[in-house]
């Protein structure tokens, strides 16, 4: 008895011709627009320009919607780090800050993140970027833990989703949840004191 090879030209389900199924393109939409992004960023630094200037697509849009877990075993003054999800940004304003223990320039930046922590008004939220446990943990048990919250976010996809080109950054989110502000870099004494503090008093007095 002899067999035939089976018809490859025919979708063995529809009986139609078979076509061939591409890589689904959206999977890799917000790698890609990342990418883009931070290309952006580095042309801009490569030509002395400001990275201020660089405009963010989701200024006045509300904050991603994500669920991001603690640091695992994290804590201050003996109560452990909370994560955070967008439900925890909606009624207060939040200082949203991406840092990495790894990255030089948060070291920098964070005798002013202290600061800032002592702001009225406000809730100081971390999001711990491409980290080990451990080394988040020993990096904030040096420096100090100016945060409320701190979330895990270890495979970077949520800095995709906040559009971030690099750490650190820090967002200024509303009330309502929306994003107001973005300061893209580290707070320097003098952008500090010169760019972000009046801008977040602006959103404050605002009583967004």
């Known amino acids: 008895m002899s067999t035939s090879e089976p018809d490859l030209s025919t979708d063995p389900e ?3 011709p078979n076509q061939k199924r591409g890589f689904p393109i959206l999977v890799l939409l917000p790698l890609i627009v990342f990418m883009a992004l931070a290309g952006l960023f580095m042309f801009q630094l490569l030509l002395g320009n400001d990275p201020q200037a660089i405009p963010s697509a989701l200024i006045n849009k509300p904050a991603p919607d994500i669920s991001l877990s603690a640091v695992d075993g994290l804590a201050k003054d003996g109560t452990a780090v909370p994560g955070f999800s967008r439900d925890d940004l909606l009624g207060k304003i939040s200082v949203v800050n991406v840092f990495a223990s790894w990255c030089g320039p948060c070291r920098d930046e964070h005798p002013l ?11 100081l939220i971390g999001i711990n970027y491409k ?5 988040a943990r020993r990096f ?11 979330g895990a976010d270890a495979a970077g996809r ?7 080109y690099g750490v650190p950054e820090t967002f200024v ?3 309502e949840g929306m994003i107001r502000y973005k300061f893209i870099g580290p707070l320097g004494p003098a952008s500090y004191e010169q760019v972000f503090l009046p801008e977040l008093q602006k959103i404050i007095a605002s009583g967004q």
Do not use: C, F, H, M
């Open 113 to 123: 993140l202290e600061r800032l922590a002592t702001v009225e008004g406000i809730q």
């Open 173 to 175: 989110v509303d009330k």
């Open 140 to 150: 904030l048990g040096s420096l100090g833990n100016p945060y409320d919250r701190i």
């Open 14 to 16: 529809t009986g139609g």
């Open 131 to 135: 980290d080990k446990p451990e080394n």
């Open 158 to 164: 949520t800095a995709i989703d906040w559009g971030v």
